[in-house]
């Protein structure tokens, strides 16, 4: 882990403790099979909460003026950056949205219905060539027809539930945005009635 460093910018350093938080986030984001400077530089703009400039991204993670162009433009396509124009110096700044779970929920999605549907696809395509070969049994025609239905019933399966289901974060969401969490409401036990026996 990188230990803070002191901008030339005359932008705040990042702490000991700030770099433990974005090292945090961008392990988590690495885990999920994206690049763990994503995680880093949105954790960065979201902990500090306000706008920072690519230089003051670069110099606080210690980034490329080319990675950190890279990064930032895919965390805007992704929804959970914002470009900002300064009206103090006309550049261009940058903000953290607080959906995190947009672009994990969007990416998750391209990368399991890509992937399923073209399993599906390579399939068919074997089912053909092995039917149009002439030369394959009768009993490995039907089984590699029952992969490939097998395939296809995964990929509406998994296409179904893209699209219907919905992950509820709306918990981790409303933290993250500073509202307090809606908490259920008890009822509260109704006093117990007192039994009077009959005169």
Known sequence: MKGPRAASNGSAPISEWEALVVESVGTVIEFWRFKRNQGRVWALLYLRGREMTALELQEALELSKGAVSMVTRELEQWGVVSRVRSREDASWHFRAETDLMRMVGRVIEERESKLVHGVKADLERAERLARASGDVPPDVLTRLHRMKTLATLIDRAVRGFLHTARLDVGG??????????????????????????PG
């Not at 945005?177 to 036990?189: C, I, K, V, Y």
């Open 172 to 197: 981790a969401v409303s933290v993250l945005s500073g509202a307090s969490p809606a908490r259920r409401q008890r009822r509260a036990p109704e006093p117990a009635r007192s039994r009077v026996s």
